[in-house]
């Protein structure tokens, strides 16, 4: 007998030392950009892996899009623990983290950014300024372009109301432009009263919202670098989950992230080749337009984050180019 009970107890204190793994967890996730479309699908198909190849582990109740959360607050959402993740642009969360501006003006793929330290700062900084974990970066290879219903016919936008988010503010900005900041889901309607020339948009998505029947033009060549990030609640990530969850969340993210990477260059030419038939002309500037256009991006770009992240302007440079 008393053989027995201390087994029993033995067995007892090993089942209350083991990590609280074995229980599934639930968390909830929230996409800064309508459900279905171009820079949600990435994170759409991260949970429906999560969920597939996590049963018993973690499930992800994924509550949607902007319908669910405007996109300017699923950053806060992140912080604060209100979802457990978040897909979101750094466009999108500036006001919390300032230096998430730079993401855009990376110049090496995500994956170097992971080999060369460069994730490992920016993780850091999302750690700090928004209490998140940064699990991935989608969108890497999509350029941002100026879409317009205005010929023009150099890089020069005085005159014109371009609709606006934090990526395109400098350098429409120092081209003259009128600036009028709005969500992705006030474009169409903007468009279509007048109230805008033009707007800011990467070479996927436009066809998602319906604005090909309000664009006329679209302007070459794109600048930056898409970023649409995976945030995870620091908390959550930390504390919520055992290392055997996080791994499974790490390693789709991974496969998600490195996919789309991969993917990019295509889908891009299938969208330039949809705008084309959909009747969108391109003004592609050339020569010395062409460097004017490029330089003022990125010249822009980055004398905004040094005004804005001036203690990390040097550093993210290094993360985000190699240099
Ligand atoms: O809304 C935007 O134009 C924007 O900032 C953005 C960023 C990344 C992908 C798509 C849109």
Known sequence: MKFKSACSVLALAWVAAQPVSAEQVTLRAVSGFQEGTSFSRPFEAFIKRVNEEGKGLVRINYIGGPKAMP?????NAVKNGIVDIGNATGAFYTNLMPAADALKLSEIS???QRKNGGWAYINKLHNEKLNAYYLARTGDGVPFHLYVNKPITKPDLHGLTIRVTPVYRAFFAALGANLVQTAPGEVYTALERGV?????WPIQGI?????????????????????VNFLVNLDTWNKKLDDKQRALLQR?????????GADNAKVNAEERKRQADAGIKTIAFEGKDRQVWLDTARDAGWAYIKEVAPQQVDELRKALTGR
């Open 110 to 112: 995500i994956q170097e």
């Open 252 to 260: 789709i993210a991974l496969e998600v992230e490195a996919a789309n």
């Open 71 to 75: 996109p300017f607050e699923v950053g």
């Open 207 to 227: 066809f998602d919202l319906g604005w090909q029947e309000k664009t006329k033009y679209r302007v070459d060549p794109g600048f930056y670098n898409v970023d």
């Open 196 to 200: 805008i020339d033009g707007y800011g």
